[in-house]
C-alpha cells in the first residue's frame, strides 16, 4: 500500500506571496492532519479534515486555510506569506477517530 | 503552554544496551499516546501507541509504558541498534474519544546508539 505522499517536496516564495501544498493519503484513509514543524515550536497541529469537513483547528492565523476533496486528498494554503511561514509542513492520515496517523515527508518551504 | 513535555533533549546509549526515553503529559483529558521517529528531512514514522485503558504495550523491541498517575510514559528500546538513532517525538490525543485526531507533540529526543 503506498504511503503518504506531499507536493511538492521544496518550495520557495517570497513574503506576501502564497502559496499551496497538497497531500494524497493513504488509500482508505479519510481523516487528513496539517502539521507545521519549526525548530523553535517543534511539531505543531495546524487542522484535520474528515469526510471533506474540517473537524478541528488549531492555534493559527486565517492565513491557513485548507480544504478536503471526495476523494480525501487535501491541500494545504497559506496567503500573504511572512519569514516565519518558513518550516516544514507535514501531512498525516489515519482511518479516523482513535488510530495512528501516518505522516508524510513533508514539504520544505523557505520564504525569502 | 506545553501540554507534553520531553525533558531530555538528547539521550547516549551503547549498542546492545536499554534506551529509555521520557516523556510527561498534564492534560488529563489525553487517552492515546503515540511515539514516533524521526530521521532528518522525513517525516515522522509510527512506532507505538497505547490507550489509557492499558500501561504497557509492547511490539518487538519496542515496549511503551504509561504511568496514568503520574501522568507519566516511557518508550523502552531492547536491544538498542545504531539504525536506531534519530530524534523520538512523545504524542497525545484525546482522538480514542471520537472527533478529533489532534496529535500534541513533545519537543523530541535525540537518541544516538553509539556501535
Known amino acids: 500500500k503506498a504511503g503518504v505522499t506531499q507536493t511538492p517536496r521544496y518550495l520557495i516564495k517570497t513574503r506576501g506571496q502564497q502559496v499551496t501544498l497538497s497531500c494524497s493519503p493513504i488509500s482508505g484513509h479519510r481523516s487528513v492532519s496539517w502539521y507545521q514543524q519549526t525548530p523553535g515550536q517543534g511539531l505543531q497541529f495546524l487542522f484535520e479534515?474528515?469526510?471533506?469537513?474540517?473537524?478541528n483547528k488549531g492555534n493559527f492565523p486565517g492565513r491557513f486555510s485548507g480544504r478536503q476533496f471526495s476523494n480525501s486528498r487535501s491541500e494545504m494554503n497559506v496567503s500573504t506569506l511572512e519569514l516565519g511561514d518558513s518550516a516544514l509542513y507535514l501531512c498525516?492520515?489515519?482511518?479516523?477517530?482513535?488510530?495512528?496517523?501516518?505522516f508524510g515527508p513533508g514539504t520544505r518551504l523557505t520564504v525569502t | 503552554d506545553q501540554q507534553v513535555k520531553q525533558n531530555s533533549p538528547s539521550l547516549s546509549v551503547q549498542e546492545g544496551r536499554i534506551s529509555i526515553l521520557n516523556c510527561d503529559y498534564t492534560n488529563s483529558m489525553f487517552d492515546y499516546f503515540l511515539w514516533y521517529k524521526k530521521y532528518p528531512a522525513e517525516g515522522p514514522t509510527f512506532l507505538i501507541s497505547i490507550s489509557s485503558i492499558k500501561d504497557k504495550n509492547e511490539d518487538g523491541r519496542f515496549t511503551v509504558f504509561l504511568n496514568k498517575s503520574a501522568k507519566h510514559l516511557s518508550l523502552h528500546i531492547v536491544p538498542s541498534q545504531p539504525g536506531d538513532s534519530a530524534v523520538y517525538f512523545c504524542?497525545?490525543?484525546?482522538?480514542?474519544?471520537?472527533?478529533?485526531?489532534?496529535?500534541?507533540f513533545g519537543k523530541g529526543t535525540k537518541l544516538t546508539v553509539n556501535p
Open positions: 498525516a492520515s489515519s482511518l479516523g477517530a482513535g488510530s495512528e496517523q501516518y
Open positions: 504524542a497525545a490525543s484525546t482522538g480514542s474519544q471520537g472527533g478529533s485526531e489532534k496529535l500534541v
Open positions: 479534515y474528515f469526510s471533506e469537513t474540517q473537524r
